[in-house]
C-alpha cells in the first residue's frame, strides 16, 4: 500500500522552538524538519502507513510542551522536479 | 533514527565519497603493483570480482534488521530491497554500465599507452565542466557566477595537486578528454536520472543503483576488453580473480561505499556540484601517498613535494578548498503555501512545476491546496524567478512564503 505524506504546520511559543524540535526529532515518521520565519515556526513533513497512523502522531505532537497550534496537510499529488 | 542538517548530510556524503575513492586508488596502486601489472586484466578482474562483492552486498542489504526496516536502510534509507529494473529505470541503468564500460577501458588504453600516466590523468577533473552542460539540461538554469568560479577554482586546484614531472602525451590526454571524460560523464548523468526515479513514493535507492549498474559496465567491459587485448585475456583475468579473490574484493567493497556515498549526494544536489566536492580525494591522496610511500616504499611512489611542485600542490590544496567554501554558501530554502480557486486542479499544479527553483509541488487537503518547496540561490532570484510567477497566475487566490532558516533530514 501507498504510504501518506503529510505536512504538520506548526506554531510554538517564544522561546521553546529548541524544545518543540528536539521532541519532534525523536518522532520516527518525521522526514524533514524546517524551522521557519512567516506564518509558522516549524514545518515537519511525515510518512506514515495509514490516515490512523498520521492521527496517532498529531495526537502525539499536540502533548509536545510549547506547541500552540499545528495545521495538518495530507499530500494529495505531488510533483517532484525530476518528473516536472 | 538520526536527524542531520540537510546541507550537512549532502557535503558529508560527497566528501565522505571523496574519502572512500582516495583509499580506492591507493589500493588499486597496490593491486596494479603487487598482484596484476596488465591493465585491462586489472579491469576484468575487478568487475568480475565486483559483481559477486555487489551481489553479496546486494544479499546482506536485503535482510531484516528488525521486522520493519532492511539492514540496507543504515546506508540509505530509501532501500527498498532487492529490485529488479524494468523500462526507464532499465535503460538508464544499462547507459550507466556503457558509459562506466567506456571511461574504465579508456583509462586502462591511457595508462598502458603513455609512459607517465600521471602526467594526464588529473585532466579526468575536468569532467565537472563537462558535466555543468548536463546539469544545465537537467535543471534547464544557468549556474550562477559564484558557481562556476567555484567550480573551476576546484577543477585547477585538483590538476595542480595531482601533476607530475611527465611529459604531456597528446594521444594520452584526448583519451582523457574524449572518451574517458564522455564516458564518466554518461555514467555520472544516466545515475543522476535513474536516482530521481520514485519506487513506492521513494527515490530509487543508492544500493540497487550502484549494484545494477555494476553488473552492467561488467557485461560491457567483458565485451570491450577482448576485442583490444585478445579472448584469453577473460581466462586469465578469472584465473587471478580466483587467486587473489580478497584483496580485489577489499577494493571493490572500497568502491562500493564511495559509490553508494556518491549516488546518495548525487540524488540532493546538482552533479557538477557533487563531482567537484568528491575532487577533494586528490587532496585527502596525497598524504595517505606519503604515509603508504613511507611505509611501503617499493609499491607507492614519493609525491615530488620539493621545490616548486610543493609550492604548486599547495596552491591547488588552497583552491580546492576556497572552491568548496564558495560552493557551500547556504541556498535559499522557503515554502510557498497556496490557496486556489476551486477546480484550478492538475493545471495549477502543471504551471506550479515549470516556475524555476521549484523543488517539488504537493497538492494538499487542508487550510492550504498546494505546498511548493523552493530552492533557489538567492532571495532576490526567489523574487524574480518565482515570486513574480506566482502573482500572474490566475488560478491563485492567495499565498503565504515562509523561508526556512535551518532544516534538518532524515539520515
Known sequence: ?????????????VGTTAHVFNELSKIDEATHISLTAGEFDIIVRVTVNSLEELFNLTEKIHKIDGIIKTVTHVVEKELSKTEI | MILL??????????????????????TDVWITVR??????VFALCSFMVGSIVHVLILIIATAKMNRKKFIGTVLDPNFLGFFIPKNGLLKHLILAGLGNAISTISYVYVVALTQD??????????????????????EKEKPVLIEVHAFFMIILGAILVSLSRGIINLAGLALVLGPMNLGTFLYVYEQKKARTIKIRGKRYDSINLRVWSLLFTTIFVIIMAPL????????????????????????????FFAYVLYIRALGMGKMSVVNALVSVSVVISLPLTLILAWVFPDVYILPDLSGVFGLVRIIGIIFVFLGMTALSFSEVVGYILI????????????????????????????????????????????YENVLQKIIKIEEIIDFVWISVLKEWELV
Open chain 1, 1 to 13: 500500500m501507498d504510504k501518506v505524506n503529510a505536512y504538520i504546520l506548526i506554531n510554538v511559543k
Open chain 2, 5 to 26: 542538517r540537510r546541507k550537512y548530510l549532502f557535503y558529508t556524503l560527497a566528501l565522505l565519497s571523496g574519502i572512500f575513492t582516495s583509499l580506492m586508488v591507493a
Open chain 2, 35 to 40: 598482484v596484476v601489472p596488465n591493465p585491462y
Open chain 2, 117 to 138: 600516466p600521471s602526467s594526464v590523468l588529473p585532466f579526468t577533473n575536468l569532467v565537472t565542466a563537462y558535466l555543468i552542460i548536463g546539469d544545465l539540461m537537467i
Open chain 2, 228 to 255: 583490444i587485448v585478445g579472448p584469453e585475456s577473460i581466462v586469465l583475468s578469472i584465473v587471478i580473480s580466483i587467486a587473489h579473490f580478497f584483496v580485489i574484493a577489499l577494493d571493490m567493497l572500497l568502491a
Open chain 2, 339 to 382: 490557496k486556489s480557486r476551486p477546480g484550478s486542479g492538475s493545471k495549477l499544479l502543471k504551471k506550479l512545476s515549470t516556475i524555476k527553483g521549484v523543488e517539488y509541488v504537493s497538492a494538499t487537503a487542508g487550510k492550504y491546496d498546494y505546498i511548493v518547496r523552493i530552492k533557489i540561490r538567492s532571495l532576490g532570484k526567489a
